[in-house]
């Protein structure tokens, strides 16, 4: 039997919550959290837990990740896995959830949302730009334009709609005032 394996994700920016909670299920049946991948994770095959996933989006300076994953221990959650920015920790049910009020919620959104803004802001008008002079111009500049263009909207489009499920998701969240 195999010692591990690889499940996809929805995407955390557009399925956080039925990501963590089919991590949780797979927990249960002893496939636990290894790491993340390209678009999924990677599980291991271990003793069953009954356990929830949350997932913290904060990039650490040099010297900040022992703090950070301290102040989590002291609330219960234990550190699995981080990727760059995104940080997945476990507790038992029943453990108060790190994002217990809409503000910190909200307050992690923006922080996911800042650097794929970021991106967009370089990204669309790219796009833009190229479009308009693949259209309006002829010979070289013009296939040139296409390339980019091209390449522009394999980032283009994830990015807009990265931006549109967070914004959406924070907009919920302060309509409904519950996470």
Not at 97 to 121: C, M, N, Q
Not at 139 to 153: A, C, N, T, V
Request: hydrophobic share 45%.
């Amino acid at each position: 039997m195999k010692k591990t394996k690889y499940i996809m994700s929805w995407g955390l920016a557009f399925a956080e919550k039925q990501d963590l909670e089919k991590l949780s299920k797979k927990a249960k049946q002893g496939w636990r959290l290894k790491s993340l991948a390209f678009a999924g994770f990677r599980l291991e095959k271990g003793a069953p837990e009954h356990v929830q996933y949350s997932v913290d989006y904060r990039l650490l300076k040099e010297g900040e990740k022992e703090e950070y994953l301290e102040l989590f221990s002291q609330a219960g959650w234990e550190h699995v896995c981080s990727s760059y920015d995104i940080h997945i920790f476990k507790a038992p049910y029943g453990t108060t959830p790190i994002y217990s009020d809409t503000e910190s919620a909200v307050d992690k959104l923006d922080r996911l949302l800042k650097p794929v803004s970021l991106i967009g802001k370089f990204i669309l008008p790219l796009t833009m730009i190229s479009y308009l002079l693949m259209n309006f111009l002829t010979g070289p500049i013009e296939q040139f334009s296409k390339i980019i263009f091209l390449i522009s909207m394999v980032f283009a489009v994830p990015t807009l709609m990265m931006v549109v499920a967070l914004m959406l998701r924070k907009k919920k969240l302060t309509i409904t005032k519950s996470y």
